[in-house]
């Protein structure tokens, strides 16, 4: 019986540099990411934060004046439902949806109880915008001259409800 040779060679044992390498790789991967999201939180928190109205402010700018005279002007609000409304696009067809608020002067529920009121309201915030084109009514300006238009139009057909400011709560544009 002959016996089969032993092998002679020792195993190596792994080195220790390769395994701490890794740890050290994998070490730096959770700290920058970490850093990442800590640095998105913080500049998240730090960009806006909300005031006792609940409206967001952006810290370190001066409240506007003109704006808090408005919102002071406003004793109550008139909650209109969501609208759809073809635009007035040539080269394809766009609609938007938009729900306003409308910021009244007066303290009234007569208003939301008129349902002739409200569907000349309605009538004439449909007739303005599918009169807009999307280029129109996208840009801030353009939806701040909206606002204007549709506070003028509904204090000319309906002067008992004297619009102060009209909020836009929803508003998307399909493109």
């Keep these: 019986m002959a016996k089969e040779p032993e092998d002679t060679e020792e195993v190596k044992p792994k080195s ?7 740890i050290a790789a994998l070490g730096l991967i959770v700290i920058g990411d970490l850093a990442f999201r800590g640095f998105n939180q913080f500049t998240k928190n730090r960009s806006t934060a909300v005031s ?3 409206q ?9 004046p003109a704006a808090k005279a408005k919102k002071a002007d406003v004793k109550s609000t008139l909650v209109l439902d969501p609208f ?3 635009l007035a696009d040539k080269e394809e067809i766009r609609f938007v949806k ?3 608020h409308l ?3 007066e303290v009234s529920n007569d208003v939301s109880k008129n349902p002739v009121d409200v569907a000349l309201m309605r009538d004439t915030i449909i007739s303005l915008l599918s009169s807009k ?7 801030p300006e353009g939806k701040n001259k909206l606002r204007e238009e549709i506070r003028d139009r509904i204090n000319e057909v309906a002067p008992k409800v004297k619009v102060q400011e009209v909020f836009i709560v929803e ?5």
């Design 98 to 100: 938009a729900t306003f």
């Design 16 to 22: 220790s540099k390769f395994w701490i390498l890794i």
């Design 52 to 54: 006792a109205s609940g």
């Design 56 to 64: 967001a402010e952006v810290k370190g700018k001066a409240p506007d």
């Design 84 to 86: 759809l409304v073809n």
């Design 133 to 139: 084109t999307s280029a129109q009514i996208l840009s």
């Design 171 to 175: 508003f998307i544009v399909q493109l």
């Design 103 to 105: 910021g009244l002067e």
